[in-house]
C-alpha cells in the first residue's frame, strides 16, 4: 500500500499523542565493550526519538550480529552512529553537554536530574543550540578529564543500596524524560473509550428512573422516610462510576433480566409466552446424566 505524502507519519491512532521533535540531544558513549550494549541503547534511542549516535573508541564493532539483533528497530540508530578518537572530537560541533554520571568529583557544575536535565534541554533546543549527553564506560564511568569537557551533571537518583544502571538504562531514562517534555503533548491521566462514548445526563436519567421503579415494584424502596435519600445515593453512587453508552445499555439489561429472569417465580416476559420451567436441583440432573450414560 502506497502511502499518502500529505498524511502526518507522526499520527498514530490508539496511542497517546505526541509531535516530531527537533533538536534532539546527541547521544555520545565513550569506549563501550558489549555489543549487546550498543543494540540495546540504540533500541532506547529509537524508542525516544534520538537519532544521533557518537562512539568514541568503541572497542566493539557496532554493527556486529550481537548488536544489531540487539537492537531490535534501532538498527537504522547503529547503522548512521559516527565514529570518533577521543571526547573532544566527539563533542566539538555541540555546544552544551551534559555528563551522565553517579560520581560527582568535587566539580562545581549544575546538577540536574534526567527530569531537570530534560527541562532545561528544551528551551536550549528550540533556540537552536546543539545539545549532547555524554554516557560513560560500563565498567567506571567518565574521567574528570572529560566531565570536565561537559557544562552540567545529570543524575539519575536510584534506591542507594543498589543504584547501579547499565548502559542502555541511562540512555533510555534520560531519552523519556526528554521525549515527555519535548513530543508528548497528551493528558497525565486520560480515559480510553475504545468503541463506545460517555453516556450523556439524558441516558443517566433513563437509567436511573428505569432502576428506581424496579427497586419501588420489588419492595426495596418500601420506606418512604429514607426512600429518597437512598434514592440520592443510588443516583452519585452511578454518577461516580462515569458510565460509558454501553455500559448503560448492559444495566437496562441486567435490570430487566432480574425482573424477567428465568426463576420461575418471576413474571412471563410478554402475554402469551410460556413460564420458564423450574431449574432441577443439581443432584437430580447429575441422576439424569448417569441414567443416560
Known amino acids: 500500500m502506497t502511502r499518502s505524502p500529505n498524511a502526518e507519519r507522526h499520527v498514530d491512532k490508539g496511542r497517546l499523542p505526541v509531535k516530531p521533535v527537533k533538536g534532539a540531544p546527541a547521544v555520545i558513549l565513550v569506549e563501550p565493550q558489549l555489543a549487546e550494549n550498543l543494540g540495546t541503547t540504540a533500541r532506547a534511542m529509537r524508542n525516544c526519538a534520538l537519532t544521533d549516535l557518537r562512539l568514541v573508541d568503541p572497542k566493539v564493532d557496532w554493527l556486529s550480529e550481537k548488536a544489531l539483533a540487539a537492537a531490535s528497530g534501532g538498527e537504522g540508530v547503529l547503522e548512521h552512529a559516527k565514529c570518533f578518537d577521543s571526547v573532544g572530537e566527539a563533542i566539538a560541533d555541540l555546544e552544551v553537554v551534559y555528563a551522565a554520571t553517579a560520581r560527582r568529583r568535587e566539580m562545581v557544575k549544575p546538577l540536574f536530574t534526567a527530569k531537570g536535565a530534560a527541562a532545561d534541554m528544551q528551551p536550549q533546543a528550540q533556540s537552536g543550540r546543539v545539545l549532547g549527553v555524554l554516557f560513560g564506560r560500563e565498567r567506571h564511568g567518565l574521567t574528570n578529564d572529560e566531565i570536565a569537557l561537559c557544562d552540567a551533571i545529570i543524575e539519575i537518583p536510584m534506591n542507594p543500596a543498589h543504584s547501579s544502571l547499565n548502559l542502555a538504562q541511562s540512555v533510555l531514562l534520560v531519552g523519556y524524560e ?56 443510588i443516583r452519585n453512587m452511578l454518577q461516580r462510576a462515569e458510565l460509558t453508552e454501553q455500559e448503560v445499555r448492559t444495566f437496562h439489561g441486567i435490570i430487566k433480566e432480574l425482573r424477567y429472569g428465568r426463576r420461575p417465580d418471576r413474571p412471563v416476559r410478554q402475554s402469551g409466552a410460556l413460564a420458564p420451567e423450574p431449574v432441577k436441583p443439581l443432584k437430580d440432573r447429575k441422576k439424569n446424566l448417569k441414567r443416560a450414560d
Open 178 to 233: 526528554w521525549f515527555q517534555i519535548a513530543a508528548y503533548t497528551g493528558p497525565d491521566k486520560t480515559m480510553v473509550f475504545n468503541r463506545t462514548r460517555p453516556a450523556d445526563k439524558g441516558m443517566l436519567i433513563d437509567l436511573f428512573e428505569h432502576l428506581e421503579r424496579e427497586l419501588i415494584a420489588c419492595g426495596f424502596l418500601r420506606h418512604e422516610d429514607i426512600s429518597q435519600q437512598m434514592v440520592i445515593n
